[in-house]
């Protein structure tokens, strides 16, 4: 998905994910296990998507989520005072996280959230810690998603490339698995052969022309043209 600052980007890869994972609800095959993983190249950028899926995921608390960074505390207690330290509400008083909210790496340890939100350094340390182990042995996955896509160039981006490729290897069901890439600044059609080496190289998987998808500029037509004096904009100022 390439397509400008602002113009929906994550709402590209957000909407399929949760409807992937309402209709599990719907089916009454919502269990445990990661659904989709999200990559975020800054922790800054990983906090502010949490602050949709507090809102998106308010009245459906089958639906887990948590990001997990070097910013996540080990333990419930310790990620708990931290919670109520960040968000206050508007008498300053401590806010409890949503049930449905992982906080703390033990409970993600135990009980990993349908949507996991990372970065690609955390998630090379989870792969080799034992603890994280049911992370991707317990792994439904479906999505994973790359944001950001175009920092993973040179070192960067040969190391995530290998470490799509050892993931694919962890998880049980690499061919169900739907990858998705965004960025501002992939280029227009004529870069489209560049963009398909570059996805492909990037997650170890084939990508098709029809798979790139650009937002359109739409203008709506102005409905009639009104003429104001000059005068009236002297007195309005």
């Given amino acids: 998905v390439t397509t400008g600052t602002g113009s929906g980007k994550t709402e590209s890869f957000l909407l399929p994910i949760i409807n992937h994972l309402l209709r599990e609800e719907e089916d009454g095959t919502l269990g445990a296990g990661v659904r989709a993983i999200i990559i975020y190249p800054m922790n800054a950028l990983a906090n502010d998507q949490m ?27 310790k990620a708990l005072a931290e919670y109520h330290r960040m968000y206050r509400d508007i008498n300053g008083n401590p806010l409890d996280p949503a049930p449905n909210e992982i906080i703390s790496r033990e409970v993600m340890q135990m009980s990993p959230p349908h949507i996991l939100i990372t970065n690609y350094s955390m998630l090379e340390y989870m792969m080799l810690r034992p603890k994280d182990d049911a992370v991707f042995s317990g792994a439904k996955l479906k999505y994973i998603v790359l944001d950001e896509a175009h920092i993973y160039k040179g070192a960067t981006g040969m190391e995530t490339s290998l470490l799509m490729r050892r993931l694919r290897a962890r998880i049980s069901e690499p061919g169900s698995v739907q990858y998705i890439l965004t960025s501002a600044t992939l280029g227009g059609p004529d870069a489209n052969g560049e963009i398909l080496s570059f ?17 359109r500029e739409k203008r709506p037509e102005m409905k009639e043209l009104l003429q104001f004096p000059p005068e009236l904009f002297t007195e309005l100022y």
Avoid: D
């Fill in 51 to 77: 602050k949709r899926m507090r809102a998106l995921f308010k009245n459906y608390p089958k639906i887990c989520y948590g990001v997990y960074n070097g910013n996540t505390e080990h333990t419930q207690s």
């Fill in 199 to 215: 996805a492909e190289k990037l997650c170890g998987v084939p990508f098709t022309t029809s798979g790139i998808i650009r937002s």
